[in-house]
């Protein structure tokens, strides 16, 4: 069993930046893919961001493509999230995601173990 932990969250203005980190315990996460997805009010959860166990696979959503930066440390059993250029419509609940396969997917179905959520509210 994997537990996830989000932080990071917060508020900020437009044109900001926040970066997430998901910390993960009970088992190691050094061979499992990991994804960042988000959900809005009202809305669908959608994907964000995904990267292989290695980090040689690297997905982003087009609407955070070269705004979001993923990144993981295998070492400390973490992803991270780097987020510039806040926009409000970046505003949602994110949550960290893991596989137990190495594979990356984009598609929420693909993943086994969640986190509660972290809020990020970017205001205009």
């Known amino acids: 069993q994997v537990q996830l932990v989000e932080s990071g969250g917060g508020l900020v203005q437009a044109g900001g930046s926040l970066t997430l980190s998901c910390a993960a315990s009970?088992?190691?996460?050094?061979?499992?893919?990991m994804g960042w997805f988000r959900q809005a009010p009202g809305k669908e959860r959608e994907f964000v961001s995904a990267i292989s166990w290695s980090g040689g696979n690297i997905y982003y959503t087009d609407s955070v493509k070269g705004r979001f930066t993923i990144s993981r440390d295998n070492a400390k059993n973490t992803v991270s999230l780097q987020m510039n250029s806040l926009k409000p419509e970046d505003t949602a609940v994110y949550y960290c995601?893991?596989?137990?396969?190495?594979?990356?997917?984009?598609?929420?179905?693909?993943?086994?173990?969640w986190g509660q959520g972290t809020q990020v509210t970017v205001s205009s």
């Open positions: 009970g088992r190691t996460v050094s061979n499992s893919a």
């Open positions: 995601a893991a596989r137990r396969s190495s594979n990356v997917r984009t598609m929420d179905s693909a993943y086994d173990y």
